[in-house]
């Protein structure tokens, strides 16, 4: 039986002080969700190494590395992550990068693979922000390029903000295709092209979203002609979601993730998914999205994606 390598990094807990928006209970709720799940032994948990700093710096000025690990940001770029500092916050970010360079490694072996968190698209060069200390993708993407395992990535990134430090980073990297489908309106305020930048009004319901999406993923498909596909598979499009502004079900995010999958598997393009972001005021809305996100790629493991 071949099974789906999901890497977790939940055991890293960054600690935030009590109120913080950012729902980090969520990675740990959604790992025991799949392994308490019915599919449970088709999927072989792993916890990944941190990436190392030389690893950081194919995206990342080394001086922000060195900053980052030592405790001495710019207190203004702290506050612009949105997390304090802590050694559990620089050990949780490389983890955190390190698992989807595994899932891609694990991809190239098997099609695909997941990183249970991950999708940390507003981190740029010398600064982080929206959460995101390092931009696990690009880091990702750089080290299997430079290491000649793929020639050509695209970045399919469907989170409802706009991947405005991913962009940044490889806007004259043409190895790398960016392409990303997010809220006209929503965060960031000043948005950055992509390759490809899809942009949608508030409240798109299922079939506005899927239509866009769908024409997004095949135009880039045919521009990009990838080797390799990084999948952000957001759950904030979700309606319910505090920051999405949005108005797509659950059905409809299961039906986007489903038809990315099949599309993907069809041309046989090995597949990096993470999560990206999910802010609904119930953590299970959250963990129903990603989980359903995970069980399609194992679908796409066994050959049995059910059709969109």
Not at 139 to 153: E, F, I, P, S, T
Request: hydrophobic content about 45%; proline content about 5%.
């Amino acid at each position: 039986m071949t099974r789906l390598p999901v890497f977790y990094t939940d055991e890293f807990v960054l600690p935030l002080p009590d109120g913080h928006r950012f729902p980090m209970d969520k990675y740990r709720r959604l790992r025991e969700r799949l392994a308490g799940g019915h599919q449970a032994a088709s999927l072989e948990f792993r916890v990944p190494d941190r990436a190392s700093r030389r690893a950081l710096e194919l995206a990342h000025d080394p001086a922000y590395v060195d900053a980052v690990i030592d405790g001495t940001l710019d207190p203004r770029i702290q506050r612009r992550i949105g997390f304090p500092w802590s050694e559990a916050m620089v050990e949780r970010s490389r983890r955190s990068v390190g698992a989807t360079m595994a899932a891609a490694a694990a991809a190239l072996e098997r099609g695909i693979g997941v990183n249970l968190a991950g999708g940390t698209h507003h981190a740029f060069y010398d600064y982080g922000g929206g959460f995101c200390v390092f931009n696990d993708t690009v880091v990702a993407a750089r080290w299997l390029l430079d290491r000649g395992l793929v020639r050509q990535v695209l970045v399919v990134d469907l989170d409802v903000h706009q991947g405005d430090g991913t962009a940044a980073l490889c806007h004259e990297d043409n190895r790398i295709f960016t392409l990303s489908v997010h809220g006209a309106k929503n965060y960031p305020a000043r948005k950055l092209p992509s390759d490809l930048d899809v942009a949608l009004p508030d409240e798109a319901d299922d079939d506005t979203y899927l239509e866009a999406m769908r024409s997004g993923v095949r135009t880039a498909l045919d521009r990009a002609r990838p080797d390799f596909v990084f999948y952000l598979a957001g759950a904030d499009p979700y309606t319910e979601d505090r920051y999405g502004r949005l108005a797509m079900s659950k059905a409809g995010l299961a039906k986007r993730d489903r038809w990315v999958l099949e599309t993907l598997a069809a041309a046989a393009l090995p597949t990096a998914v993470a999560m990206a972001g999910g802010y609904a005021p119930d953590v299970d809305d959250i963990v129903d999205i990603h989980e359903r996100t995970v069980l399609t790629a194992l679908a796409r493991v066994s050959g049995h994606i059910p059709a969109s």
